[in-house]
């Protein structure tokens, strides 16, 4: 069997994520997206077999391949990677949510992209952590693209998404997972609803969990260190 200890790494993860849940009084669901970048499409089956229904990539060549590696598995799949404008029209339509809309021209890119008949859900990344290299809308630039984006009637914009700092300092980590709710709440007091909080990874999905978070994106904790 292909990565037979998931199936405890999930449980664990589980049990942490009622436990701070509990801590800060939250009782939602909260989504556990399975990372399978670097891995093979072995990965995506343990992922299924062990009941997580998310699968995310950051590539989307990468994903498109597993999913073509894995007909019939029912997955939904998550783009959390940058999306360059260029791959959008391989991206839309073939993700669940795409978590990483950070500007409004690929969100126009997207929009035109997508089949009449349908809505791509999409996040919008958020960098809470004032580093220059990550990626994601300044906060202060939020309102607008949310404007930007909902003009979009191909697009179902459903929350927010970001990453804290690379660090242990669960006080950082906090700032930035606290951050991005209080921007989802100050969406939603001028009436917009955003009800996903995408944050929270391996290293710091404690934090974001008490902080709020509706979707984790767990890879090394779940499947060990990747390939590439």
């Known amino acids: ?12 993860v589980r049990e942490t994520v009622a436990r ?9 669901p909260v989504r556990v997206i399975g990372v399978t970048k670097g891995h093979g499409f072995d990965a995506v089956r343990a992922a299924v077999a062990a009941g997580l ?9 990468e994903a498109l391949e597993k999913m073509d590696q894995t007909p019939g598995i029912r997955v939904a799949w998550h783009q959390i ?10 991206a839309i339509g073939r993700f669940a949510v795409i978590h990483s809309v950070d500007r409004a021209d690929l ?44 003009a979009l009637s191909r697009l179902e914009v459903i929350g927010l998404m970001t990453m804290s700092a690379l660090t242990d300092d669960a006080g950082e980590q906090r700032r930035a997972f606290r951050r991005l709710r209080e921007l989802r709440d100050a969406a939603e007091r001028n009436g917009l609803r955003l009800p996903e909080l995408s944050m929270g990874m391996s290293g710091d999905y404690p934090v974001a969990v008490e902080e709020g978070a509706t979707m984790i994106r767990l890879g090394t904790i779940l499947f060990g260190e990747r390939a590439g």
């Open 1 to 12: 069997m292909e990565f037979p200890e998931l199936p405890g790494r999930l449980a664990r």
């Open 20 to 28: 701070h849940q509990s801590i800060a009084g939250w009782t939602h």
């Open 53 to 61: 229904e998310d699968v995310g990539e950051n590539r989307v060549q």
């Open 81 to 90: 990677g940058t999306l360059q404008r260029n791959k959008a029209r391989h």
């Open 107 to 150: 969100g126009v890119e997207l929009d035109r992209r997508s089949a009449s008949e349908s809505r791509q859900k999409v996040l919008i990344q958020v960098n809470c952590s004032d580093e220059p290299q990550k990626g994601g809308v300044e906060p202060g630039a939020l309102p607008a693209l949310i404007d930007a984006l909902r």
